[in-house]
């Protein structure tokens, strides 16, 4: 298991938590996913030989929103 930390723009409000959330947990491989509203921060836990850090990464912007840093 892998886990990767995204640091997003500010996130505008609460449902930007649940639409990040609920996308990121239809992936495979993903096991786990925390955003948190207020300092726009993604923790993600995943099976890196199912998918990559890189991918999860494309998820988020394809929403909208823009990854200022990825450490995994």
Same mark, same amino acid.
């Given at each position: 298991?892998?886990? @990767?930390?995204?640091?997003?723009?500010?996130l =505008?409000?609460? =449902?930007? @938590? &649940? &639409?990040?959330?609920? $996308?990121?947990? *239809?992936? $495979?491989?993903?096991?786990? @996913? &925390?955003?948190?509203?207020? =300092? =726009? *921060? @993604? &923790?993600?836990?995943?099976?890196?030989?199912? #998918? #990559? $850090?890189?991918?999860?990464?494309?998820?988020?912007?394809?929403?909208?929103?823009?990854?200022?840093?990825?450490?995994?």
């Amino acid at each position: 298991m892998t886990t @990767v930390k995204f640091q997003l723009e500010t996130l =505008s409000c609460p =449902s930007c @938590v &649940k &639409k990040i959330e609920t $996308a990121l947990n *239809k992936q $495979a491989g993903v096991i786990e @996913v &925390k955003v948190l509203f207020h =300092s =726009s *921060k @993604v &923790k993600a836990i995943f099976d890196e030989t199912i #998918t #990559t $850090a890189k991918h999860l990464e494309e998820t988020i912007k394809r929403l909208g929103y823009p990854v200022l840093t990825t450490k995994i």
